[in-house]
């Protein structure tokens, strides 16, 4: 596996592989990885012939009360775990390197960051916009791997692709799960063992809205109050959102019709988790 930490180097790097005729594959990453992370490493060595994986823990995306600086770092086993995967080049750039003194110019999404996460996280996406720009310029890939976990994130890249006129795809790889249903991500290392039982009732409460649903029920704020209920009666987890939502415009719902998604943010503590579920009515 070659690092790179430069985005020269790294452009070299990626010239010469499409000179040999290589498709590129992209898995943009804050690090921190675990086995959702190389599910899409999977994918993209399925598909590409050279899979680049970027690990950066992007400043922009993070609010002045959020946890930049306490964000799981670590890169010793990530390489480990990126070199078993047989990835190809591993991208560790610097936020000097990203973001250069002066650095003054942002992408911006103006619609489906308007919901869910957005409302909650103010100048969040305009954070992952730019650094999924700059990524993409930089690599340059055929196909570009995100998780269905950051549902709204995968929307909003997607149609940035499509209004920016990107040649490029996007592929979306289903959420993974502990063998509990826990959807994995970077910040479950900050849970203790109290809280993640704790955080069990997400996932469960999206089970719940599930058979709920299957059962005939079509009323979207009966069903949030369902998963609502469920999760209130773990203590010490507060409901950031629950959201019945049109999977294309992310737009609330009152009646079920068509796709929808069913979003939950949750804190405990400090500690920010988000799932989701992706139903058609």
């Known amino acids: 596996m070659i690092v790179t930490k430069t985005i020269s180097e790294t452009r070299r790097i990626i010239n010469e592989a499409k000179k040999k005729g290589k498709k590129i594959g992209l898995v943009p990453t804050m690090g921190a990885l675990h086995d959702g992370h190389l599910s899409l490493v999977?994918?993209?060595?399925?598909?590409?012939?050279?899979?680049?994986?970027?690990i950066f823990v992007n400043p922009t995306q993070f609010g002045p009360d959020e946890d930049y600086k306490k964000y799981p770092r670590t890169l010793t086993d990530d390489k480990l775990l990126l070199g078993r995967g047989k990835v190809d080049l591993l991208f560790l750039p610097t936020a000097e390197e990203m973001y250069p003194q002066r650095f003054s110019t942002y992408v911006t999404e103006g619609n489906l960051s308007q919901f869910l996460c957005g409302k909650s996280r103010p100048g969040h996406f305009r954070g992952v916009c730019t650094v999924v720009t700059k990524l993409f310029n930089i690599i340059t890939p055929g196909i570009a791997y995100f998780g269905q976990k950051d549902y709204q994130q995968v929307e909003i890249v997607k149609k940035m692709?499509?209004?920016?006129?990107?040649?490029?795809?996007?592929k979306?790889?289903?959420?993974?799960?502990?063998?509990?249903?826990?959807a994995m991500s970077s910040r479950n290392k900050y849970l203790n063992s109290s809280e993640r039982k704790k955080a069990l009732a997400?996932?469960?409460?999206?089970?719940?809205?599930?058979?709920?649903?299957?059962?005939?029920?079509?009323?979207?704020?009966?069903i949030k109050n369902k998963i609502k209920n469920h999760i209130r009666s773990k203590k010490s987890v507060k409901i950031d959102y629950v959201e019945v939502v049109d999977a294309k415009t992310l737009e609330p719902k009152t009646k079920l019709s068509d796709r929808f998604v069913i979003a939950i943010a949750v804190y405990l503590g400090k500690t920010r988790l988000i799932d989701n579920i992706i139903l058609e009515a």
């Open 42 to 54: 999977r994918q993209a060595k399925k598909d590409c012939d050279f899979v680049v994986v970027s």
């Open 161 to 170: 692709v499509k209004d920016l006129n990107f040649s490029l795809k996007i």
């Open 172 to 182: 979306t790889v289903p959420i993974a799960r502990e063998e509990n249903g826990l």
């Open 202 to 222: 997400i996932s469960q409460s999206l089970s719940l809205a599930k058979q709920l649903i299957r059962k005939g029920e079509r009323n979207c704020k009966i």
